[in-house]
Structures are given as C-alpha cells and as structure tokens.
T-cell receptor, first 114, second 115 residues
Framework: DQQVKQNSPSLSVQEGRISILNCDYT??????FLWYKKYPAEGPTFLIS?????DKNEDGRFTVFLNKSAKHLSLHIVPSQPGDSAVYFC?????????????FGKGTLLTVNP | DTGVSQDPRHKITKRGQNVTFRCDPI?????LYWYRQTLGQGPEFLTY????????KSRLLSNRFSAERPKGSFSTLEIQRTEQGDSAMYLC?????????????FGPGTRLTVL
C-alpha cells in the first residue's frame, strides 16, 4: 500500500510563476516530512522539511505547508526557475520508530518553461 | 567533495552473477541507509545501520541480498545470483544521530542492469 502519495506525475509551469506540488499520506504515525529534488543520474537532494508540530516552513523560494487533519502537504516554489526542473519526491518518517527510515512518494516531474 | 559517494556508478551484469556495491557516507554520520529505486517509483527502504550494527532489514531484502558495515564507516551491499528483477538504482544515504539530524543525505546511486 502506498503510504505517501503524489498523485500528479508531472507539472508544467512558466518561469516566474508559482509551482505547487502536492503530497498526501495515510499513516498517522508520520510526524516529519521532507521534500527531495532529483536530477537524472543523480541521487535525491534534500530541499526542505517540516515537523508535524508546525504548519509552515519557509526557506527562500521554497515553502512547505502541512495540513495534519487532511494528511496533506504541499511544496510551493515562488518564483519558479528553469533550473528547478526536476523530479520532486515527498518523503515521510515516523520519529517514534527505531530506524528513521523514509517512506517516499512516486515523485512529480516539474518542468519550468522559460 | 565530502558528500556520500557510491561505487560503481553503473554495473551491467549477467543473470546469475554476484555483484557488490560500496557506499562511503559523510564521515561523521553514524546512520547509513540503503534504498532501491525502480523506474517510476520513489526510493524504497532496504536496510539501516547505526554504526556497524544492522538494525533493520526490509522484506524487500531477500536472502540473496546482504549488507555490511564492518567498521561503522563504509558499507557494502552484495546481491548474489542476480535476477533481472534486481535491475534498479541502488541508493545509499547517511545521517547523523542527534538533534537536528533529520535529513538523510543521498549518494549518486549505483545503477544496476541485469541482462
């Protein structure tokens, strides 16, 4: 069963506009969420994270919003740049577990058009 | 470069052969993870080490797979009698136990192709 779901396989936006990537989760034990960016032939690169005690975390052009009641989070990129074109993975973790393993969604391919 | 490194980056092998991959984590990181990623999927957890102790293995890790981290530094992942279904990207990640250690840092991966 897919505990972390990214229902949009792809997203295309114009340079300068906002990109919104969505993620839903089903496991109520998840309490820490991360976004990773992945370019072809490279490993995932950490982007931004949020703890379940917060509903928003901002880092430059990137903001992550968490709605615990809806088990939903989103990543906002403003303004979008062509270099942001990559696959974005949402990941979640149960901090009460013993190993801190991450559970990933399938990813969303973001294309930012010049 | 002080990031996570993996070797080799690519491996092509014939079905039935054994392969071994190496991961060198960030030097002060005591937690090390192996993940596997297939086409169209996100990374899936395989196994986890804290220092030299292997603390968890996923059910994805069949008995043909073995991982070690003998001195709590680098790690190896061996696949015996490879099958075509083993073709995937094998990712290693590391993190630091303690406060502020929530992020896992990934290496570039080893892409395995089993013919």
């Amino acid at each position: 069963d897919q505990q972390v779901k990214q229902n949009s396989p792809s997203l295309s936006v114009q340079e300068g506009r906002i990109s919104i990537l969505n993620c839903d989760y089903t496991n109520s034990m998840f309490d820490y969420f991360l976004w990773y960016k992945k370019y072809p032939a490279e490993g995932p690169t950490f982007l931004i994270s949020i703890s379940s005690i917060k509903d928003k975390n901002e880092d430059g052009r990137f903001t992550v919003f968490l709605n615990k009641s809806a088990k939903h989070l989103s990543l906002h990129i403003v303004p979008s740049q062509p270099g942001d074109s990559a696959v974005y993975f949402c990941a979640a973790r149960n901090s009460g577990g013993s190993n801190y393993k991450l559970t990933f969604g399938k990813g969303t391919l973001l294309t930012v058009n010049p | 470069d002080t990031g996570v490194s993996q070797d080799p980056r690519h491996k092509i092998t014939k079905r039935g052969q054994n392969v071994t991959f190496r991961c060198d984590p960030i030097s002060e990181h005591n937690r090390l993870y192996w993940y596997r990623q297939t086409l169209g999927q996100g990374p899936e957890f395989l196994t986890y080490f804290q220092n030299e102790a292997q603390l968890e293995k996923s059910r994805l890790l069949s008995n043909r797979f073995s991982a070690e981290r003998p001195k709590g530094s680098f790690s190896t992942l061996e696949i015996q009698r490879t099958e075509q279904g083993d073709s995937a990207m094998y990712l290693c990640a590391s993190s630091l136990k303690g406060q502020g250690s929530n992020e896992q840092f990934f290496g570039p991966g080893t892409r395995l192709t089993v013919l």
